[in-house]
Structures are given as C-alpha cells and as structure tokens.
C-alpha cells in the first residue's frame, strides 16, 4: 500500500459516505438536511520516531501524559496525520455573528468529529487488510484528554494531541487561538493513526511552531468571551467555559470557532 492509494481511500469516502452529510433524523433545521460537512482531505506523513514527540513531553507543551507514537506501537515506522477542512457552508455560517456558534458548525463540530472518527477506523481498516499493524490513539483504551489544577490555574492534558501530531508530521503551525493552520486553513477537524507500513515522510516545511501566524489579532476581536489576546495568546480556561455554556444550551452539540473564521488563515496559509 502507498500515500496515494491511501488519499484515493480518503477522497472516495469523503464523497461518497452518508455520514459526511447531515441527514434528516440529526439536522437541527429541516434546511440543514443533506448539508456537506467536509471537502476533500489533506495528509501528511511523518516518521513514527521523529524527536519532536519526545519534546511534546516537556511541561511547557503537552507534558509527561502524552504518549509517543512507539510507545503505541512498539514497531510503528509512519504517523498519518490527516486535516478535514469544513465546507464554505460551514465557515460561512459560523461569521454571522460572534456572539453563539451557528448550527451548521455545531452541526461540523458534533456530527463532522463522528464522521471523521469513521474514516480514521476506515482507513486503520483498510491498512489491516495489506497486512500491516495499525493503532488509532483516539480510540485506544490509553487515550485521555482531560483538564487538570495546578496550583490554582486550570489546565488541559492528553495523551495524545491531534494538533501537535499534525505539526510534527508537517500539515501546518499554531495561531494565536492554538489552532493549527494548514494550506487549507485551520476551519476543520484533525485525525491520525499509527502504523508499521513504512511510507516516504513529508518534508516538514516550517522550524518555528507559530511560522505561519502573521498575529494580526483578527481571533483576538472575534472571541465571544476575550479568551485570547495578542499579549498571552488563548486562555483556554476562560474557552472551556465558554464550550460548557454552549454544552448545556445545545446538548448533545457543543463547539463555537468564532476565532477560526472570517480571519486570513481560515481557508489558507496567510
């Protein structure tokens, strides 16, 4: 198996499963029905032991929770990382206002996280059937994202960030609101797997892990509750709040992404 049978998976799936559109038993308006979440895929494919993972260890990014990619497969040799950028619809909706997320990004938020859960499983699936070994962290039984307290100040914690996998194999750097941008912006949804298929890596086209964020401080103003600032970046404390109201007035839905929209790294690298 190759990159490209890979992507042609992916792409095909993309188009052609039910769960990429909202159907009529889920859609929160009747005019929701049959809305695309999702265009086309994005990959990037990094070595399973690149030291960066090792740095993700350090307190001051993920810390000692995070689990590297060998430590999930003992033989791994390739991360896949891959960015599903939500549709113009979706990105649209959401910069109506920026006061509550619309129901089409709730909708790319809660039903679009299902969706791409089900093509990871799809494509771990596909890869067992060449005869190759694959582990999908999120979806393992040593995979936690939670928030910890530490002397007072609320932080966040997992064993496996789909964000900073992203970065070490190469589909893009943070913004000022953390959110990663990639050559199709940062509006969307990230997953990868683990795998012994041994496949050409990516060239990491970047050094420094904010290279492509201009801080023109566009997210700053679009944030309903000042969680980030041009000074000290994303409170994310102050966000999860925010995501907890959103919780209880939306139940089972939740999200917002007023900073990832109608901003110049939404759809692009700026």
């Not at 909202?22 to 929160?28: F, L, P, R, S």
């Not at 307190?59 to 950028?85: C, M, Q, R, Y």
């Not at 990871?120 to 995979?143: M, N, Q, T, W």
């Not at 925010?242 to 900073?259: A, Q």
Request: aromatic share 12%; proline share 5%; with cysteine.
């Amino acid at each position: 198996m190759e990159k490209k049978n890979i992507v042609s998976l992916a792409n095909q799936y993309i188009k052609e499963s039910p769960g990429n559109f909202i159907g009529d038993e889920v859609a929160m308006k009747p005019e929701y029905t049959g809305m695309q979440i999702f265009d086309l895929p994005i990959f990037a494919f990094g070595k399973a032991d690149d030291e960066l993972y090792n740095e993700f260890k350090s307190s001051e990014i993920i810390g000692n929770d995070f689990i590297p990619p060998t430590e999930w497969l003992t033989d791994a040799k390739t991360v896949i990382s891959v960015f599903l950028p939500y549709t113009a619809k979706v990105r649209s909706s959401n910069a109506e206002n920026y006061e509550w997320p619309s129901n089409e990004w709730l909708h790319g938020r809660y039903e679009g996280q299902m969706f791409l859960q089900s093509m990871i499983s799809y494509l771990a699936e596909r890869i067992r059937e060449a005869g190759y070994k694959v582990v999908v962290p999120a979806e393992d039984d040593k995979y936690f994202n939670k928030s910890i307290e530490i002397v007072g100040v609320k932080k966040f914690t997992t064993s496996w960030s789909e964000r900073h996998v992203a970065f070490a194999c190469g589909l893009g750097t943070f913004g000022l609101s953390k959110g990663l941008i990639t050559e199709k912006g940062m509006c969307g949804r990230f997953g990868s797997l683990v795998t012994d298929l041994d496949l050409q890596k990516d060239t990491r086209r970047y050094k420094d892990p904010y290279e492509y964020c201009t801080v023109c401080g566009i997210c700053v103003s679009h944030c309903p509750v000042n969680a980030i600032s041009l000074k000290d970046g994303k409170n994310s404390a102050l966000c999860s709040e925010f995501i907890n109201k959103v919780s209880e007035k939306n139940s089972p839905r939740y999200g917002c992404g007023k900073c990832q929209v109608n901003v110049p790294c939404g759809n692009k690298i700026p």
